[in-house]
Antibody
């Protein structure tokens, strides 16, 4: 069974940094593109970033470019999101999502999310 | 960035009755390779989203045939033929023809 378990979400001050992790199991992690998608409290879904299976290709939404860095460790079946210069608008539940791989950027499995709160 | 607009914002449906949700995009989602990259997700309360429909009208494995998707270009529709109690939640459309993938604002479906 595919499992994605996010961790690392905490309360952090504006301007602070945080590293989110996602532990994957139940599938061949190194075969798939992975994504981070966030959801602000009570709001809709917002794609954040993706990384290709080999880590060579990454993409970010404009509002996090230069502040967030996505990475992966295929030996440890883990996905990461390094978040720097955090802003109040980054407060959200951050989901790790697996790309289905059979169509273009479609998320077939999601974790339960980890909550990031940016507040002084 | 492609903007996705869903209507209605919410609807209340009696079990056994049909329901329909509209999704419109600011750009055509038809790719030059012939596929249209429009998806539908359902987020039940307290859960992550789950994929229902991919490429406009294809049900994801395990999804009930009560769910159907249609549309083309910039206008799309999700239909539930006979709503059941387990169908309550927020439905989102999403496009991925262009980065960043973008979601509609969501349609909350309440089961009476």
């Amino acid at each position: 069974e595919v499992q994605l378990v996010e961790s690392g979400g905490v309360v952090v001050q504006p301007g602070g940094s945080l590293r989110l992790s996602c532990a994957a199991s139940g599938f061949s992690f190194d075969d798939y593109t992975m994504h981070w998608v966030r959801q602000r409290p009570g709001k809709g879904l917002e794609w954040v970033s993706l990384i290709s299976w080999d880590g060579d290709t990454t993409h970010y939404r404009d509002s996090v470019k230069g502040r967030f860095t996505i990475s992966r460790d295929n030996r440890k079946n883990s996905l990461f999101l390094q978040m720097n210069s955090l802003r109040s608008e980054d407060t959200a539940l951050y989901y790790c999502a697996k790309d289905w791989g059979l169509t273009r950027y479609c998320f077939d499995k999601w974790g339960l999310g980890t909550l990031v709160t940016v507040s002084s | 960035e492609i903007v996705m607009t869903q209507t209605p914002l919410s609807l209340s449906v009696t079990p056994g009755q049909p329901a329909s949700i509209s999704c419109k995009s600011t750009h055509s989602l038809l790719h030059s390779e012939g596929k249209t990259y429009l998806y539908w997700y359902l987020q039940k309360p307290g859960q992550p989203p789950q994929l229902l429909i991919y490429e406009v009208s294809n049900r994801f494995p395990g999804v009930s045939d009560r769910f159907s998707g249609s549309g083309s270009g910039t206008d799309f529709t999700l239909k539930i033929s006979r709503v059941e109690a387990e169908d309550g939640g927020v439905y989102y459309c999403m496009q991925s023809i262009q980065l960043p993938p973008t979601f509609g604002g969501g349609t909350k479906v309440e089961i009476k």
